[in-house]
T-cell receptor
């Protein structure tokens, strides 16, 4: 399974943009890049995903490098509610097993 | 919110007893997953299913078995519960192998 590398923790100020990086140098051509987050005492929730092109939705934006070896989740204006653990995961791939394997993620702290 | 329900939400059981956790979905999604999460750790995949009667092991499958006799239900069984299986268990569903996954609210299991 292709792996991802994320910083253990990051800090942000409220109402400022946040850029959460993820490296995935062994990504295969059919792997989708997924982001999930887990708020304290809750189950994970889907944030965004993409294959090659940058993606935007109501929660965030996903910027994918041209070589696809890295990506960045962008929260445009962090709020206190965005404090969570953010997971970058590769899904799909050539084996098509659908496995969804979580790493340690990035713990985001948002300061008022 | 995706139609996914875990039951029970909380359970206390004694060492050596069998326990079954249920994940029920109303989305007709093909893929279903069981995870465990221990304090201070990320989610670890126990077993997953890619269709009715099609299941496979995840990262930490020892001591667990699963069954999926119909699309909407994915059962996780601890044949003989041990204290090391005290954890929060999450179920997830996904329509395809590369689409977004949705998670249940979790089951807190305590083995005494």
């Amino acid at each position: 399974d292709a792996k991802t590398t994320q910083p253990n923790s990051m800090e942000s100020n409220e109402e400022e943009p946040v850029h959460l990086p993820c490296n995935h140098s062994t990504i295969s051509g059919t792997d989708y890049i997924h982001w999930y987050r887990q708020l304290p005492s809750q189950g994970p929730e889907y944030v965004i995903h993409g294959l090659t092109s940058n993606v935007n939705n109501r929660m965030a934006s996903l910027a994918i490098a041209e070589d696809r070896k890295s990506s960045t989740l962008i929260l445009h204006r962090a709020t206190l509610r965005d404090a969570a653990v953010y997971y970058c995961i590769l899904r799909g791939g050539s084996s098509n097993t659908g496995k969804l394997i979580f790493g340690q993620g990035t713990t985001l702290q948002v300061k008022p | 919110d995706a139609g996914i329900t875990q039951s029970p939400r909380h359970k206390v059981t004694e060492t050596g007893t069998p326990v079954t956790l249920r994940c029920h979905q109303t989305e007709n999604h093909r893929y279903m997953y069981w995870y465990r999460q221990d304090p201070g750790h990320g989610l670890r995949l126990i077993h997953y299913s890619y269709g009715v009667k099609d299941t496979d092991k995840g990262e930490v499958s020892d001591g667990y078995s699963v069954s999926r006799s119909k699309t909407e239900d994915f059962l996780l069984t601890l044949e003989s519960a041990t204290s090391s299986q005290t954890s929060v268990y999450f179920c997830a569903i996904s329509e395809r192998e590369n689409t977004e996954a949705f998670f249940g609210q979790g089951t807190r299991l305590t083995v005494v």
